[in-house]
């Protein structure tokens, strides 16, 4: 593949695979995400979301197929070669530096080449006050509720200063008005600097509020695209995924 760009997409992903032994868990995944998107990945458990994700961002290595990512191959790149590109992720799991302060967490973020700001605490101080944790810069991580987590969790990602945020369920374990709120602020943090994001989320209410278009997938595969409208009456995904849930019910 040409280092060029390609067309409009910032990222592009051509017949992805990874097995897992016998396990085929991500199959011939091809999709686009255009400069700006918010693009939501959809599928029930253990449909594959979480692995490409990892596919994505180089912590595991795929069998087969080309991620392109703002014009350049991420065919066998570390996961911080990947984040020095743009790419940051957070992880469904929130996993904070503990020890750390929330804003030393946030500082480490900046470490990278991509960061040239003279006064780094002012930056990460800036980043805590978009995402709301301003007044608990000096708190210990480990004591955050969990929604303050994933605050910290999408603050360290922006201090690397990315072009594509992966969020993989930014809502998993948090109340009502916590998702209300997370749900908020990611579309806020997309009005402000219309940073382009990729989106797993099983609560289907907000997800389908914030992306633009859906990728569902099943057993790994890519079983429809389009847009939210489009995908909640599609008949493989009602088949997939809704059919297993009642529709606006949380997984
Ligand atoms: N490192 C691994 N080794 C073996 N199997 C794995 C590994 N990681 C994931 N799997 C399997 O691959 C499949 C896809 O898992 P994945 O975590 O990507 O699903 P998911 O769509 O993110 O699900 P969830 O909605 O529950 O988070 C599952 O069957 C899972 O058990
Ligand atoms: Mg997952």
Same mark, same amino acid.
């Given at each position: ?25 991500? &199959? ?52 911080? &070669? ?170």
């Amino acid at each position: 593949m040409s280092d060029m760009p390609q067309g409009d997409s910032l990222l592009r992903v051509q017949n992805l695979n990874k097995r897992f032994g016998g396990l085929h868990a991500v &199959k011939n995944v091809t999709l686009d995400v255009g400069h700006g998107e918010i693009v939501g990945i959809l599928g029930p458990n253990g449909a594959g979301k979480t692995t490409l994700f990892n596919l994505l961002t180089g912590f595991i290595p795929s069998d087969e197929g080309e991620v392109i990512f703002n014009g350049h191959s991420l065919r066998g790149l570390k996961p911080h &070669k990947i984040v020095n590109l743009g790419m940051a992720r957070t992880f469904q799991l929130c996993r904070p530096f503990v020890g750390l302060s929330v804003i030393e967490n946030v500082l480490v973020g900046s470490l990278g080449p991509r960061v040239h700001d003279a006064d780094l605490g002012a930056r990460a101080l800036h980043l805590l006050d978009q995402v709301g944790l301003a007044a608990k810069a000096d708190t210990p991580s480990e004591l955050l509720s969990y929604g303050d987590l994933r605050r910290l969790e999408i603050a360290r990602a922006l201090a690397t200063d990315p072009l594509l945020l992966l969020l993989d369920e930014p809502f998993a374990g948090l109340g009502s008005a916590e998702i209300e709120a997370i749900s908020a602020l990611i579309r806020q943090l997309h009005r402000d600097t219309g940073l382009t994001i990729l989106l797993i989320e099983h609560k289907l209410r907000e997800f389908m509020q914030l992306v633009s278009r859906v990728v569902a997938l099943d057993f790994g595969e890519v079983i429809a695209q389009g847009t939210p409208e489009a995908i909640v009456s599609h008949p493989r995904v009602i088949e997939a995924y809704i059919g297993r849930q009642a529709v606006g019910e949380d997984a």
